[in-house]
């Protein structure tokens, strides 16, 4: 393990954490997203949400200029070419599903834009409008989808690359985004494809993380879709183990912060007839390495 992983925790002296699951998620509280922050608060929070890969903040009300204010004190922000936008916020995502929709976002474990040469370090999304009940999202931690692994797999994964596309998943978003009346915009230089370790290491904590996602990730580099497929349905399904997930129930004014470099998450679709309205805005991270080490060393 990394000093990172056995060093004892300090305390909170700015803000509270508050875990919700043995796995991952902390509550954060002393915090108002709508005024400046200190530096000590800040870095308070990036420590928490290295610690605790997925952080909420309740009872929020902040304007897209905050929202995004925010997010950029842990990097650039990400425009996605396949989303609509709040107007005037080309870096803010709608995340909408009315009423009449039986389809939503996000209903499968994914990670965000791993079809990108440097995905997401991290989504921040913002419940604007919520249904009475359901539209719940879980989390999984890919820290322990990895550990938990055999020796075996470990060491056969640590030889492996990924192939990531949004090339099918998108499609269909990409002909709509074309027509003006859409609401947003799509370059046809957007990216699509690209190729990651399929275990990735975490460049603040030093942890290894399990990298392929049931969304994006086709195929394994150098072999066929069907070659690949027995072992990434056995990944798909091992990392969703009830024990390694937290879920969050949305109110309005709930802020969510995940990192995506270790985090996969799962957006359930139960609310047919409600509305649900969420602003998404994407922090760019970096292009994704494995360290060097050890097997006995990794676990």
């Known amino acids: 393990m990394t000093a990172a992983q056995t060093a004892p925790h300090t305390a909170y002296e700015h803000i509270t954490v508050a875990p919700v699951t043995g796995a991952l998620g902390a509550e954060i509280g002393g915090v108002d997203l709508a005024k400046p922050l200190s530096d000590d608060a800040l870095a308070e929070i990036r420590r928490a949400f290295v610690e605790n890969l997925v952080i909420f903040f309740r009872d929020q009300d902040i304007t897209p200029e905050q929202h995004k204010a925010f997010a950029r004190h842990f990097g650039d922000l990400h425009i996605n070419d396949f989303f609509p936008r709040v107007d005037g916020h080309d870096d803010v995502q709608l995340i909408v599903k009315?009423?009449?929709?039986?389809?939503?976002?996000?209903?499968?474990w994914h990670s965000d834009v791993t079809y990108t040469k440097r995905p997401a370090l991290g989504s921040l999304l913002y419940a604007k409008e919520v249904p009475p009940f359901g539209g719940d999202t879980m989390f999984a931690n890919m820290y322990l989808a990895y550990e938990t692994l055999s020796p075996g797999m470990r060491a056969l994964l640590r030889g492996l690359k990924a192939e990531h596309s949004a090339a099918e998943n998108f499609a269909k978003r990409?002909?709509?985004?074309?027509?003006?009346?859409?609401?947003?915009?799509?370059?046809?230089?957007?990216?699509?494809?690209?190729?990651?370790?399929?275990?990735?290491?975490?460049?603040?904590s030093g942890r290894d993380a399990l990298y392929v996602n049931r969304s994006f990730t086709k195929n394994f580099a150098g072999m066929t879709r069907e070659e690949s497929a027995p072992l990434l349905g056995?990944?798909?399904?091992?990392?969703?183990?009830?024990?390694?997930?937290?879920?969050?129930?949305?109110?309005?004014?709930?802020?969510?912060?995940?990192?995506n470099r270790?985090?996969?998450?799962?957006?359930?679709?139960?609310?047919?007839?409600?509305?649900?309205?969420?602003?998404?805005?994407?922090?760019?991270?970096?292009?994704?390495?494995?360290?060097?080490?050890?097997?006995?060393?990794a676990a």
């Open 174 to 204: 990409a002909a709509d985004a074309r027509d003006s009346a859409a609401g947003f915009r799509y370059s046809e230089n957007a990216e699509q494809d690209a190729v990651h370790p399929a275990i990735r290491t975490h460049p603040e």
């Open 234 to 259: 056995f990944l798909f399904d091992h990392l969703a183990r009830p024990e390694f997930t937290c879920r969050l129930r949305w109110k309005a004014g709930t802020l969510a912060f995940w990192d």
């Open 98 to 108: 009315e009423p009449e929709d039986r389809k939503n976002v996000g209903e499968v």
């Open 262 to 297: 270790c985090a996969q998450h799962f957006a359930i679709n139960d609310y047919h007839g409600h509305r649900r309205h969420m602003n998404r805005v994407t922090v760019l991270g970096d292009e994704p390495f494995l360290a060097e080490r050890a097997i006995a060393d």
